[in-house]
């Protein structure tokens, strides 16, 4: 009779929790950096085997209608390509500082205003786009499943800490899910308090906290560097020194086989030393969109600039 009632419970949650595409697939984490997180319609805890079992059950069934609501929205609309955002900064207009303005007084390209994210997220929502997880989109890549036409992925790269402070809360209102590629070496052990005086960087305690909305791939752990003449490190670098520190940056992570480029600099030994460690999908500042059969060593992703007006932000998002 318990597990009767529990699993009624739990159904009833799984429905209410699909509507419009806003819960998120089950995923695995890093033992150190991230606790295997539970599905938003499970129960907070499995206190036996049985409960464990009936957790497990619904995760494996809310993924289903996931697929489910995929093919059907797909049918109807399927998306020929899929652009890819890419976010750095998100910084509150009164928390904008000097540091984060150029000689001629414009934002450096890497903040965009929480005010213009806000109205990004909100157009989204507006328009009925569907945010992507890296699964779905690594099986649309090679052609295992379709995705409707409003389909978009979000990523945020280095793992700031203005983006749990301003860009968390904005994409939870609208269900929205997001990659934060994380510099693993500058994750924080401790949470402190915020400041946009410096660069911060999420703490283990709000990667855990943004567990729901963010899923995290690597973004190196320490070759987030260049050389003196400014070579990046993931071409400057023998093969093995590459491998061995994204294999650290994945091994803190946990379960990902996606990485960001720093700097969108890399070349044929790169992909040659990431390919061998099983690394399936790279994603570079190459513009444009995605569509099937694309090299997934070299995914193209649309940058968020600063200067974007509204107009803009639809020119880039929208796909003729």
Not at 53 to 78: C, D, G, H
Not at 238 to 257: C, H, K, M, R
Not at 262 to 275: F, K, S, V
Not at 280 to 295: I, K, R
């Amino acid at each position: 009779m318990k597990k009767i009632y529990l699993f009624g419970l739990i159904m009833l949650a799984v429905v209410g929790s699909l509507v419009g595409f806003g819960f998120n697939e089950e995923g695995d984490f890093g033992s150190k950096y991230l606790s295997q997180k539970e599905s938003s319609s499970t129960v907070d805890a499995a206190d036996s085997d049985e409960e464990q079992n009936i957790v497990n059950e619904t995760n494996e069934l809310e993924s289903q209608l996931r697929e489910q609501q995929l093919a059907e929205a797909a049918k109807v609309a399927p998306a020929k390509e899929v652009p890819v955002l890419t976010y750095h900064h998100i910084v509150a207009e009164e928390d904008l500082r000097d540091r984060h303005y150029k000689e001629d007084g414009s934002l450096v390209n890497s903040v965009v205003v929480l005010e213009e994210f806000k109205k990004q997220m909100k157009w989204l929502y507006e328009h009925e786009y569907l945010t992507l997880t890296l699964d779905e989109f690594q099986q649309y890549i090679e052609g295992q499943i379709p995705v409707p036409k409003n389909s978009v992925l979000l990523t945020f790269d280095d793992g700031y800490k203005n983006n749990y402070i301003e860009a968390y809360p904005v994409m939870k209102q609208y269900g929205f899910t997001a990659v934060e590629f994380l510099i693993t070496s500058l994750t924080d052990d401790e949470t402190v308090p915020y400041t946009s005086e410096h660069n911060q960087y999420l703490s283990v305690e709000e990667i855990e906290a943004t567990s729901d909305v963010f899923e995290f791939a690597s973004h190196t752990n320490t070759f987030h560097n260049s050389e003196e003449d400014g070579t990046a490190y993931l071409i400057s670098k023998t093969l093995p020194e590459i491998q061995e520190d994204v294999l650290a940056s994945i091994d803190l992570i946990g379960n990902t086989s996606a990485l960001a480029y720093p700097y969108g600099a890399y070349d044929d030994e790169t992909m040659e030393a990431l390919e061998a460690i099983g690394v399936e999908m790279a994603f570079t500042v190459q513009g444009g969109n995605v569509q099937p059969g694309d090299d997934m060593l070299q995914i193209h992703r649309n940058s968020v600039r600063p200067h974007h007006s509204i107009d803009d932000f639809e020119a880039i998002v929208s796909v003729r």
